[in-house]
């Protein structure tokens, strides 16, 4: 099957026939599509529209009143775009309200992606792109392991790519931040896979380390692959966006990928680089954990996490043992 990726962009016509949240098909199949979103503090889902090949249809109408949408295409019965914001469906056509115990009321759950459409569109639309099919890994790779280095191999988190001045894509694992550039060592393909993909995508990647410093590391990759989401992603995945404080709403921060940019009253105060798992450090256990490592100082903090969903997330601090009760911005 073909990898889907999505290309948004906010309409810039101003016409009242533009308003609302349209959805086009560019993806080469015949797609259905359902949505999440809150309405009057209740979550929402509905479904199914069915998009044709080439063309577009609008499941909200009128000037968009939510920031965040969260949406779920299908292709054949195989989800194409989906993610780990859980919602209620059916089969057959539906409006559902509510997005807990799915299963206790006849529906299924089903994962749901995340859009977000800024902070003042009245419309939005979001293109489903096919993308060619990544060559081969063995017809692409050029070196053996441990060509250029220590041979590598992980679980990741994508973070960016960029390509002012030299080609570069940067991914987390482990409270440690990897770049791997496009020097002619890396099979363009790598590349290629990367920067089709959405920031926070989990993938599987093997290659070489070349250096490793106190927080970051460089590595030459032979491959790069989508892999299956875990608990631990899904988590991650909840995380994004930007949060305030419950006790001082001045202290804030924002979740994208796995850095944590946080600031006071405004002011940048710092980034971590986060990861998810079932241990931190000393604690192991009774998780999940969050760990977050400061970049400028490489000070590591380990939380618990106790609860976390669309609209609120509560951390237990480590070892001290503290709540900290944190809010989403919308």
Not at 16 to 42: R, V
Not at 138 to 151: F, L, M, N, V
Not at 285 to 307: M, S, V, W
Request: hydrophobic share 35%.
């Amino acid at each position: 099957m073909k990898q889907i990726l999505v290309a948004a962009a906010i309409g810039l016509a101003a016409s009242p026939a533009l308003a609302g949240l349209e959805i086009c098909n560019n993806a080469g199949q015949s797609l259905s599509l359902a949505i999440g979103y809150s309405s009057d503090g209740e979550w929402i889902s509905e479904g199914w529209w069915n998009i044709p090949v080439g063309q577009c249809k609008t499941p909200v109408s009128g000037d968009l009143k939510n920031r965040y949408y969260f949406y779920r295409a299908n292709a054949g019965g195989t989800a194409i775009a989906s993610g780990d914001y859980s919602f209620c469906t059916t089969p057959q056509a539906f409006t559902i309200q509510g997005d807990s115990n799915c299963g206790g009321r006849g529906y299924e759950t089903q994962g749901f992606r995340k859009l977000d459409t800024g902070e003042t569109a009245a419309h939005f639309t979001l293109t489903l792109n096919a993308a060619a099919e990544p060559p081969a890994p063995a017809a692409s790779s050029g070196s053996a392991p441990g060509t250029y280095g220590e041979p590598y191999s992980g679980n990741v988190i994508l973070q960016e790519c960029h390509s002012e001045g030299l080609r570069e894509c940067s991914f987390h694992a482990g409270g440690t931040k990897f770049f791997v550039r496009d020097d002619g060592r890396t099979a363009p393909y790598v590349f290629t896979v990367m920067e089709a993909l959405d920031i926070g995508t989990p993938l599987a990647v093997e290659g070489d380390l070349e250096a490793v410093y106190d927080r970051t590391a460089d590595v030459v990759l032979r491959d790069a692959a989508v892999r299956p989401w875990t608990e631990h992603d899904g988590l991650l995945n909840k995380l994004q966006g930007h949060w305030y404080s419950a006790d001082d709403p001045n202290a804030q921060f924002t979740v994208l990928g796995a850095e944590r940019e946080n600031s006071y009253d405004g002011a940048f105060s710092g980034r971590d680089y986060l990861s998810v798992s079932e241990w931190c450090r000393d604690f192991e256990g009774g998780g999940p954990y969050l760990y977050a490592r400061e970049e400028e100082t490489g000070e590591n903090y380990c939380y618990a996490i106790d609860y976390v969903d669309h609209l609120e997330l509560t951390l237990v601090h480590l070892p001290r043992g503290n709540l900290l009760r944190y809010r989403k911005l919308d």
